[in-house]
C-alpha cells in the first residue's frame, strides 16, 4: 500500500503559518513578478478565484479588503517543505518525494490495522508542528492514492485521510472522480477522451486494454493499469 501526502494549498498554507491572522480569510500567492495566482486558500476558492487567474483582474477584491494578497517566498516554502519531509521521514522507513508539496510513502511493513492511526497521526503531528493542513490518501497505486487524496481533503469528516482499500471503495471512487482528476490525464488529456465518452475514472477503466493502448499509448496504458488497482 502507498500513501500520498499532499499539503493543503500549500504555498497559501505556508502564509498562514508566517501570519496567523490571515486564517480563516481568503489568500492567494501570486507568481514571480507577482503577475498570475498560483496558490489559494478554501476561502479564496470560495471567491471563484481561478488558478492563473492575473493580479490586474483581483484589484477590486484586494482595495476592497476582501482578499489578502501575497508574493511568493520560496526559501521559506522549502524550508517549510523539508520540515514536514522530516516528520514523514521519521515515520515510515521509505519516502518518494514528488514535489515541495508532496510525497508516496510506502506501508510495507506496516499492519493495515496501524496504516490510517498512523496516518491520522502525521496528519495531526505536521499540523502541529508546522502549521500546514495535509490530506493523506492510502490505496494499493500511486494513482487510486493520489485520487483518494482528493477526497480526504474535499470531505472533512476524513478527518484528513481517505483509505481505498476494497473493491467497492475503489469502484465508487472512479465513479465520482472526474476524468480531468486523474493524475496522468488531467486537463489537457481529459478534452480528448470527453469527446469519446470517457467521463469519470470509471469510464475509463471501463474500456479494453488494447482501446486505452490505441488512444493514449504507453502512459495511458499505465493509468489505466493503476486504477485498476495494480502498481
Same mark, same amino acid.
Given at each position: +500500500?502507498?500513501?500520498?501526502?499532499?499539503?493543503?494549498?500549500?504555498?497559501?498554507?505556508?502564509?498562514?503559518?508566517?501570519?496567523?491572522?490571515?486564517?480563516?480569510?481568503?489568500?492567494?500567492?501570486?507568481?514571480?513578478?507577482?503577475?498570475?495566482?498560483?496558490?489559494?486558500?478554501?476561502?479564496?476558492?470560495?471567491?471563484?478565484?481561478?488558478?492563473?487567474?492575473?493580479?490586474?483582474?483581483?484589484?477590486?477584491?484586494?482595495?476592497?479588503?476582501?482578499?489578502?494578497?501575497?508574493?511568493?517566498?520560496?526559501?521559506?516554502?522549502?524550508?517549510?517543505?523539508?520540515?514536514?519531509?522530516?516528520?514523514? $521521514?521519521?515515520?515510515?522507513?521509505?519516502?518518494?518525494?514528488?514535489?515541495?508539496?508532496?510525497?508516496?510513502?510506502?506501508?510495507?511493513?506496516?499492519?493495515?490495522?496501524?496504516?490510517?492511526? +498512523?496516518?491520522?497521526?502525521?496528519?495531526?503531528?505536521? $499540523?502541529?508542528?508546522?502549521?500546514?493542513?495535509?490530506?493523506?490518501?492510502?490505496?494499493?497505486?500511486?494513482?487510486?492514492?493520489?485520487?483518494?487524496?482528493?477526497?480526504?481533503?474535499?470531505?472533512?469528516?476524513?478527518?484528513?485521510?481517505?483509505?481505498?482499500?476494497?473493491?467497492?471503495?475503489?469502484?465508487?471512487?472512479?465513479?465520482?472522480?472526474?476524468?480531468?482528476?486523474?493524475?496522468?490525464?488531467?486537463?489537457?488529456?481529459?478534452?480528448?477522451? +470527453?469527446?469519446?465518452?470517457?467521463?469519470?475514472?470509471?469510464?475509463?477503466?471501463?474500456?479494453?486494454?488494447?482501446?486505452?493502448?490505441?488512444?493514449?499509448?504507453?502512459?495511458?496504458?499505465?493509468?489505466?493499469?493503476?486504477?485498476?488497482?495494480?502498481?
Amino acid at each position: +500500500m502507498y500513501a500520498l501526502v499532499d499539503c493543503n494549498n500549500f504555498f497559501a498554507s505556508c502564509e498562514r503559518a508566517f501570519q496567523p491572522q490571515l486564517e480563516g480569510r481568503p489568500v492567494v500567492v501570486l507568481s514571480n513578478n507577482d503577475g498570475c495566482v498560483v496558490a489559494r486558500s478554501n476561502e479564496a476558492k470560495a471567491l471563484e478565484i481561478k488558478m492563473g487567474t492575473p493580479f490586474f483582474k483581483l484589484k477590486n477584491l484586494v482595495d476592497s479588503g476582501r482578499l489578502n494578497v501575497r508574493s511568493p517566498h520560496y526559501a521559506p516554502y522549502g524550508d517549510m517543505s523539508a520540515r514536514g519531509m522530516n516528520i514523514l $521521514r521519521s515515520a515510515v522507513p521509505k519516502i518518494e518525494v514528488y514535489s515541495i508539496d508532496e510525497s508516496f510513502l510506502s506501508l510495507d511493513g506496516i499492519s493495515p490495522a496501524d496504516q490510517v492511526p +498512523m496516518c491520522l497521526s502525521l496528519v495531526r503531528q505536521i $499540523r502541529q508542528w508546522t502549521g500546514i493542513p495535509v490530506s493523506i490518501g492510502i490505496a494499493p497505486t500511486k494513482t487510486l492514492g493520489k485520487m483518494a487524496s482528493h477526497f480526504a481533503k474535499r470531505y472533512p469528516g476524513y478527518h484528513g485521510v481517505c483509505v481505498i482499500d476494497s473493491e467497492e471503495k475503489r469502484i465508487k471512487a472512479l465513479k465520482l472522480t472526474s476524468i480531468d482528476d486523474v493524475w496522468g490525464i488531467g486537463w489537457r488529456g481529459a478534452p480528448k477522451l +470527453m469527446t469519446m465518452g470517457v467521463l469519470t475514472a470509471y469510464d475509463l477503466t471501463a474500456r479494453p486494454l488494447e482501446w486505452v493502448q490505441k488512444h493514449l499509448g504507453i502512459t495511458g496504458v499505465r493509468t489505466w493499469k493503476e486504477l485498476q488497482g495494480t502498481p
